[in-house]
């Protein structure tokens, strides 16, 4: 067996004819079988092609593990800038928050106050045992309060008729005294 894989040199000249090669000369040196040496081939270049893929995965695999923890420091580096800027924010948002319910508490008084105020001039100012035919203009000084006191200061176009009511009252009794 091992002369017919290796190709028996010492074999003589009638059995290479008997393997139906008879322009073969004789020489000296191993010769391999053809299906041999096809199959030594196919191994060497499956173990080079096996070599150049497993180079390719380390490669690959080395990339990948270099991008997961370039990424893990990115994200420890955002983690840790985040919780840094947590306590500055909490701050922040506490003091914003704690001026937003004095703001809030400031108007609430103003608005109560001048509620109260309004009224209670109101009712001054509009009962004639206090102030009978002494006051001039008083209605039309009523009208601007209450009108002023009803928008909150908002959107005093609204009360722009009571306010020239008054500034033309204001003048005639102005040039009526003098």
């Not at 000369?25 to 196919?42: R, V, Y």
């Not at 924010?89 to 928050?97: A, G, H, I, T």
Request: hydrophobic share 30%; glycine share 4%; charged share 30%.
């Amino acid at each position: 067996q091992i002369n017919e894989a290796m190709g028996n040199t010492a074999s003589s000249k009638a059995s290479i004819e008997e393997q139906g090669d008879s322009s073969t000369e004789l020489t000296s040196g191993f010769f391999l079988a053809d299906g041999l040496q096809s199959k030594i081939m196919q191994e060497f270049q499956s173990k080079l092609l096996q070599d150049e893929w497993e180079k390719h995965q380390k490669y690959v695999i080395a990339k990948g593990n270099k991008r997961r923890l370039e990424e893990f420091q990115t994200k420890e580096y955002i983690v840790q800038k985040l919780n840094e800027f947590r306590p500055q924010n909490d701050l922040q948002q506490s003091q914003l928050d704690q001026r937003i319910d004095e703001l809030r508490a400031k108007f609430s008084d103003i608005t109560t106050a001048s509620k109260f105020d309004a009224a209670r001039l109101h009712e001054r100012m509009t009962s004639q045992k206090i102030f009978a035919g002494e006051t001039p203009c008083l209605i039309d000084r009523t009208n601007v309060t209450l009108c002023l006191s009803e928008n909150h200061g908002k959107e005093s176009n609204k009360c722009n008729d009571f306010i020239t009511a008054l500034e033309n009252c204001a003048q005639r009794t102005i040039v009526t005294k003098h």
